[in-house]
């Protein structure tokens, strides 16, 4: 009975954790379907931003060549400007020491133009290489983070397979242990009941075991009681016989 007893204890704790545990995974089921929903929407957000860096990338070639062009627009339009007035300037000098010396700082200053032209372009695309890479950067450290949020909801994906396996086999076991308690109630009750049978039998058993010396008692008794009857009647008989003689 005790061992039975401290059993079932063991059970009706079992099922109280069970329940809470039952309780808990519902919080998890809804984790569950909430991680899904922002993984498909996250999955969305990074072809979306996939996609925006393309076309941003894209429209920024578009922009540089469209400044490019106007630069060098401009800077042409200086040029012809120039040549007309370097012409009409030519055309009007005589003297020959300053077409030589003009010539040669023309020479000079146009290989300082060249140099000036091609450092202001290097500048122009190291600007966009330094754009570049601090875009790539941010986009890197951002998809970084996608990506561990993305490792994290697989985790916890296949952490909330195994949840939703231990719950149904909670459930199973929950089942079946109401089954448990519902017999160990009845063997406790047959147990209880069978425990007053075996004192009623046992005390019967007494009791007729006691009558039974009594029974037997009562027997001899009687026999006794018989014997000395017929021993009276045989002294009454011997005493009037004697009185008789």
Request: hydrophobic share 25%.
């Amino acid at each position: 009975m005790t061992k039975d007893f401290e059993l079932s204890g063991h059970t009706v704790n079992k099922i109280t954790n069970d329940k809470q545990d039952f309780e808990l995974s519902g919080h998890t089921v809804n984790k569950i379907t909430n991680d899904k929903q922002d993984f498909e929407l996250s999955g969305q957000t990074v072809n979306k931003i996939t996609n925006d860096k393309q076309d941003f990338e894209l429209s920024g070639q578009t922009v540089n060549k469209i400044t490019n062009d106007k630069q060098d627009f401009e800077l042409s339009a200086h040029t012809v400007n120039k040549i007309t007035n370097d012409k009409q300037d030519f055309e009007l000098r005589t003297n020959i020491n300053k077409i030589t010396n003009d010539k040669q700082d023309f020479e000079l200053s146009g290989q300082t133009v060249n140099k000036i032209t091609n450092d202001k372009q290097d500048f122009e695309l190291s600007g966009q290489t330094v754009n570049k890479i601090t875009n790539d950067k941010q986009d890197f450290e951002l998809s970084g983070q996608t990506v561990n949020k993305i490792t994290n909801d697989k985790q916890d994906f296949e952490l909330s397979g195994q949840t939703v396996n231990k719950i149904t086999n909670d459930k199973q076991d929950f089942e079946l242990s109401g089954q448990t308690v519902n017999k160990i109630t009845n063997d406790k009750q047959d147990f209880e009941l069978s425990g007053q049978t075996v004192n009623k039998i046992t005390n019967d058993k007494q009791d007729f075991e006691l009558s039974g010396q009594t029974v037997n008692k009562i027997t001899n008794d009687k026999q006794d009681f018989e014997l000395s009857g017929q021993t009276v009647n045989k002294i009454t008989n011997d005493k009037q016989d004697k009185t008789l003689n």
